[in-house]
């Protein structure tokens, strides 16, 4: 399998260029030159597959070859180590929760398949590779987790001082090992100012194999199709027509659902779930594309207002509305409706929702008013807990931590502290890893 860059659809990279790169000269964003189909009996037969034998299978028929299946397995196994389960609220509302991995947040799926790509393609050097990230929180617990104690890699995680929470900050700073956080006197964009500029600097690119866990690798939207399969195969099987709903910020985990979609997986339509940061819903009313500032929301996860993989999507669908807006409806809620339904979820079924969870649990609402006898699925993106004390004082209850995040709260900080001029930085990586 090749993949090529959404600007340029004639050259093309194997997909160990595509992971190691992570993004194209050209700031497109790689895509497989073809989606191939599963076979029939794969999908009609879910129900006799592991959730990892799910992940084998669709990358197995998506990287056609560029791994030997024995590696293959093997890395598929060291990233799917935690259950993406169902629950069901009543006959037409399903959740999928996707916070069973160490971050809380459905991103550990992605950051923990690409440490193992990453780690599968540096085999052999004997130069480790540094990966640096700037983080505004979330990302890099889920990076900081997903790369931990894997061979050969080497992590440096930027963050601005006093602008994470208590608990981002115990994710990013008391894992050790290879795991190294810089506290950064700045804010998130000096962080990523000193990452994008040790990238340009010819003497740390000579002598430190550098490399980011940028957002956008097509490493992490691989593994968020497998949940797909694995939600479809929780549903009871029945005639009515199935959808997904998913709260949506830069629109990886959509496109991997329209993924599995391509590979064969019998999904009536997808439907996008946004705060007030709008612009793909409005898109898909209006056939008009203006991406613009985010607005802060509650669900602030979801804060985009120009969605970094949106061109995937409009790539898959050769950027024409007529045929995107037949396989994605868009809807789009604000704070009050937001909280209103979490209340709602808590009273009627005794289930805590996040924030971003509701969003996408009122976009179902709303289009099984237009579409009634669909059965909705939607993506519990996150633990309620990650969002304390908001969802406390919004349902009045106590929400309990798990038990792998209240750990953090007693185990010691450490961090490095450097502040925003890109010298010291890069004396620090001169020493550390020169
Ligand atoms: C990242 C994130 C989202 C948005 O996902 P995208 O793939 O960027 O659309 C939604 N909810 C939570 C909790 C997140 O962390």
């Known amino acids: 399998m090749r993949f090529y860059s959404t600007k340029n659809k004639s050259k093309f990279v194997s997909l160990q260029e595509a992971v190691l790169k992570g993004l194209p000269e050209d700031n497109g964003l790689y895509m497989p030159e073809s989606i191939p189909q599963l076979p029939e009996s794969f999908v009609k037969n879910l129900k006799n597959y592991s959730f990892q034998e799910i992940g084998f299978e669709v990358c197995k028929s998506l990287f056609d070859g560029a791994i030997p299946e024995n590696d293959l397995w093997d890395i598929v196994e060291k990233s799917i180590t935690f259950p993406a389960p169902v629950v069901k609220l009543d006959d037409q509302t399903y959740i999928l929760e996707l916070f069973h991995g160490p971050s809380l947040a459905f991103k550990d799926f992605g950051a923990r398949f690409m440490a193992q790509l990453m780690s599968y393609f540096n085999r052999g050097e004997d130069k480790e590779l540094v990966i640096l990230v700037a983080t505004s929180g979330d990302t890099g617990g889920a990076v900081a987790a997903g790369f931990y104690k894997t061979p050969g890699i080497r992590v440096v995680i930027l963050y601005p001082s006093g602008k994470v ?12 090992e290879n795991v190294t956080a810089i506290e950064v006197a700045g804010t998130f964009d000096d962080c990523q100012a000193l990452v994008k500029q040790a990238f340009l600097d010819e003497d740390l690119t000579r002598s430190i194999r550098l490399s980011s866990a940028n957002s956008i690798n097509i490493a992490r939207l691989v593994p968020q199709s497998f949940y797909y399969f694995e939600a479809y195969k929780q549903l009871e099987a029945d005639e009515r027509p199935v959808v997904f709903c998913i709260p949506s910020g830069n629109f990886g985990n959509l496109t991997a659902g329209l993924f599995a979609k391509k590979m064969g997986l019998p999904v009536h339509r997808f439907i ?33 207002g120009n969605p970094s993989n949106f061109a995937r999507t409009l790539d898959l669908y050769r950027s024409t509305w007529n045929n995107i807006k037949n396989e994605i409806s868009g809807y789009s809620f604000n704070d009050a409706e937001t909280k209103t339904a979490m209340r709602e979820v808590f009273q009627k079924h005794n289930y805590i929702m996040d924030p971003h969870g509701a969003v996408g649990y009122l976009a179902l609402r709303q289009f099984q008013r237009e579409y009634a006898g669909a059965k909705g699925v939607v993506l ?11 969802v406390e004082a919004i349902l009045q209850t106590s929400v309990a931590v798990p038990e792998r995040l209240a750990v953090l709260s007693q185990k010691e900080k450490q961090a490095w502290q450097l502040g925003a001029a890109f010298h010291p930085f890069k004396s620090w990586l001169l020493e550390s890893f020169g």
């Not at 009313?285 to 802060?296: E, K």
């Not at 519990?380 to 908001?390: D, N, Q, V, Y």
């Open 272 to 304: 996008a779930a946004t705060n007030a940061n709008d612009v793909v819903p409005e898109y898909l009313n209006t056939g008009i594309y203006s991406p613009r500032p985010s607005t802060p929301t509650l669900s602030n996860a979801m804060d985009v």
């Open 165 to 176: 929470s208590h608990l981002q900050e115990k994710q990013l700073t008391t894992l050790g």
């Open 380 to 390: 519990e993106t996150a633990h309620p807990s990650k969002f304390l004390p908001g």
